[in-house]
């Protein structure tokens, strides 16, 4: 979790070089009730593409 102004941005990391829908369960509960303080989520992957897929930002660890 990070903390940005007044929003809480989470930042979920997993270690496979593919993206499956489990890897979002978490990160849509977020979106779910986090409400205004919540930020846009991000999932960092073992891969090498970064996207935005249903409104959670992924990230390849190699674009940290």
């Known amino acids: 979790m990070l903390e940005e102004s007044a ?4 930042v979920e990391v997993k270690s496979g070089r ?3 829908d ?3 369960s978490a990160l849509r509960k977020w979106l779910k009730y986090a409400g205004k303080l919540g930020g846009a989520p991000a999932l ?6 970064s996207y935005v897929r249903s409104g959670i930002r992924v990230m390849s660890w190699r674009d940290l």
């Open 22 to 24: 489990e890897f979002f």
């Open 7 to 10: 929003r809480l941005l989470p």
């Open 18 to 20: 593919t993206v499956n």
């Open 44 to 49: 960092v992957y073992g891969g090498e593409e």
